[in-house]
């Protein structure tokens, strides 16, 4: 055995294979992957001032302790003369971590030893430390840990008491916390991360996936983009400060208190573009500020389970809610309670099974001035064959305005005791058992100018209503649009805080004078309409040209949008002259004036953003990788672009254009190609070799059964 020693630092070569590491490093080192493993046998300390930079593919082992014999060998003992350092061991950083891995050599944190009941303490960064860097890093297996013999347990795999940390494509399994972000000083982004977590023994990991909080009074935002969550932890919990948490996935995440409220009175949370598959999840919108606007929009909940309890999405706190252009399929609600305002508007809910609440909604401070607005929404609900009941509508002290709806198949609608909920210009098929309705307090639900299967009794009857078929477009194939000859078509009551759009974004047409009566369709969907209009376009690195995603895009008194992992994005704004702000943390924001938007069209913008000058920026997302390499070049494009792909095999190949709509522009069929790299010329051309308009098209290859699909812009 050789022993090294330098200055307060000891590493001890044990062996060919490892070296072990312990006490203070107190000048700037490199760990390489020529000495790994590095083993962490005693207390690790960076001094102030002193950066560890690890290479790609070191392994970092740190000794724990089982949490099965005595969770107190994580703690200090002895005396504060005679300190005994606990079992488990820990790093602690006054300095700077620099740990850069790669996708395909990572650095990996875990325990040396193999027994999956022992844990090690983590790694904490004090409060004057600067910013460290994690990237492509596997950080596993810590439980908390003490500091020293005084101070308070540090709690997290990264626990960062200034919330100053860079986090980007790391993975943390099993953790007691993952993240626990302090009292932070500065904006912070989590990105591309995966969080998984289980149960063992009977012992819960994680408690927290995140746990992030502020003591300033202007709170700093946290951004959480595309982290993968799954297992039983909390999601995101605790503390203060102004969340937008966007384009995550949550995957077989069963913990059933997936909102935790913040700790302290300020702060925000934001909701935007997340993916729910078999979850409990709860996507959400939360303010303590009267002065908010907060949003839970375009994110998508699967759950065809129906044993493990809902997902949902809603809203919470102060503010102007939003919860809209959402997507739920299976056991899935929307709910909410004690908050003054939330408009739910332009989401598809599609509930299933027994027992099933589209809406679920409960107290609050309400007045004939801020009641809850739900409108433009498709709610749908399937059950099992023969069953006479099972979908809900349910208001429990709260009493909603529901217009403009398309509600299908729910077998009860029940209400509260704060006054009645009003129904007006729903379709509501399906609905045929008054008798089932219930209310509390005299507060019965009030129909008026609805489309109804049977006639309201008079204890509901406001009036206006009509008892007869609404003539969907295509109910088989899920289109519930109306068609020619409706009786549901300029058969709705105008409302003057009557959005201007539809489901779809289509224009609502209120024929009549606007002193004198005028009518709309009933439903969620206007008959014979056009598209308000809008901004669509692609984001991208004015250095590099590729793609930039959660690239945030805003117009002044409307809610955002944000670019997806091909830079592309929507913005149904209407139809004027706007200015355009884009922006995203490593990058310059941008703003764009006069951008003119015309009735039934997009404006298509190509919009390039500067990366900052920050040593720490992120960088930008690559292109979908694919087994079939499939790319266009240049893109956006005009008037022609070029499709190219690599075949691993010799097969037939079909390659499909699509629009935004998801019709078929131009189809490339192919019997044999032989393996290899192949392109062709797209002119830009539809099948009747017609020029299609700019906009945003799809292209989709088929080959060997495996489908791929990319999006690329015309912009002419």
């Known amino acids: 055995m050789k022993y090294i020693l330098l200055s307060t630092l000891f590493i001890m070569a044990i062996g060919l294979n490892a070296m072990d590491v312990g006490g203070t490093i107190s000048q700037d080192i490199t760990w390489d992957l020529r000495n790994s493993p590095y083993r962490v046998v005693s207390f690790l300390y960076i001094a102030p001032g002193v950066t560890l930079t690890i290479e790609p593919g070191v392994q970092v082992q740190i000794i724990g302790a089982s949490i099965g014999v005595d969770w107190y060998d994580f703690f200090w003992h002895g005396t504060i003369n005679n300190p005994i350092e606990p079992i488990a061991k820990m790093i602690v950083v006054h300095g700077k971590i620099v740990a850069r891995g790669t996708q395909a050599n990572p650095i990996i944190f875990d325990t040396w030893q193999s027994d999956q009941l022992f844990r090690w303490g983590g790694i904490h960064f004090t409060e004057n430390a600067p910013k460290s860097e994690f990237e492509y890093c596997h950080i596993n297996r810590s439980f908390l840990g003490m500091i020293d013999y005084t101070y308070p347990y540090s709690s997290g795999a990264l626990c960062v008491m200034n919330g100053r940390i860079y986090v980007k494509y790391c993975t943390f399994e099993t953790n007691a916390n993952a993240i626990a972000l302090g009292n932070l000083q500065e904006d ?426 920050v040593a720490t920026d992120d960088e930008s997302t690559p292109p979908v990788s694919s087994s079939l390499s499939l790319s266009n070049f240049p893109n956006p494009f005009n008037p022609s672009t070029t499709l190219a792909f690599d075949l691993p095999t010799d097969s037939p190949v079909n390659l499909s254009i699509y629009n935004l709509r998801g019709q078929l522009v131009r189809e490339f069929a192919f019997d044999n190609l032989s393996k290899g790299y192949h392109k062709l010329l797209w002119d830009g051309k539809d099948k009747n070799r017609n020029s299609v308009a700019s906009g945003i098209y799809f292209y989709r290859m088929v080959h060997n059964g495996k489908a791929t699909t990319k999006k690329m812009c015309l912009m002419k």
């Open 188 to 613: 912070t982004v989590i990105y591309g991360c995966k969080f998984t977590s289980y149960n063992l023994n009977g012992f819960h990991f994680s408690s927290y996936f995140i746990l992030a909080g502020s003591l300033l009074e202007e709170a700093p935002k946290i951004t959480i983009a595309r982290c993968e969550f799954s297992g039983t932890a909390t999601d995101i919990s605790g503390g203060s400060g102004h969340r937008e948490v966007i384009f995550n996935k949550y995957i077989n995440f069963n913990h059933a208190d997936a909102k935790k409220e913040p700790s302290r009175y300020v702060g925000s949370y934001n909701m935007y573009g997340n993916e729910s598959y078999n979850s409990q999840t709860r996507f959400f919108s939360y303010s303590y500020s009267e002065t908010d606007t907060v949003y839970c929009r375009r994110n998508y909940i699967y759950k065809p389970n129906l044993g493990t309890g809902y997902a949902s999405m809603g809203a919470g706190g102060g503010g102007e809610h939003h919860i809209s252009d959402n997507y739920g399929y299976g056991h899935v609600k929307i709910d909410y309670d004690d908050h003054p305002h939330v408009d739910i508007h332009n989401n598809i809910f599609e509930t299933t099974g027994y027992n099933a609440w589209a809406i679920e909604l409960w107290g609050g401070t309400h007045t004939v001035f801020n009641l809850p607005r739900i409108y433009n929404n498709l709610f749908r609900h399937t059950y099992p064959s023969g069953a006479t009941w099972a979908g809900y509508m349910n208001c429990n002290a709260v009493s909603p305005i529901f217009f403009n709806n398309t509600i299908i198949n729910y077998s009860s609608i029940r209400a509260g005791s704060h006054s009645s909920p009003e129904y007006l210009n729903n379709v509501i098929d399906g609905f045929n058992n008054y008798g089932t309705a219930s209310f509390i307090d005299g507060h019965p639900p009030i129909f008026m100018s609805n489309c109804l299967e049977i006639p309201p009794t008079a204890l509901y009857d406001g009036g206006g209503n009509i008892v007869t078929n609404p003539q969907y477009a295509d109910s088989l194939a899920g289109d519930f649009s109306l068609i020619q000859g409706s009786p549901c078509i300029d058969a709705g009551a105008y409302r003057p805080d009557l959005p201007a759009f539809d489901i779809r974004y289509h224009k609502r047409i209120a024929p009549g004078y606007v002193s004198g009566p005028r009518a709309v369709d009933m439903g969620a969907y206007e008959y014979n309409s056009v598209y308000i209009g809008g901004i669509s376009g692609y984001v991208f690195d004015s250095q590099s040209l590729e793609p930039v995603d959660c690239a945030k895009i805003v117009i002044l008194g409307k809610l955002p949008e944000f670019s997806d992992t091909l830079g592309c994005f929507p913005y149904p704004s209407g139809a004027g002259t706007w200015t355009v702000q884009v922006s995203r943390w490593d990058y310059e924001d941008l703003i764009i004036p006069n951008v003119v938007v015309v009735e039934g069209e997009d404006t298509i913008l190509n919009i390039p953003l500067q990366r900052s000058d």
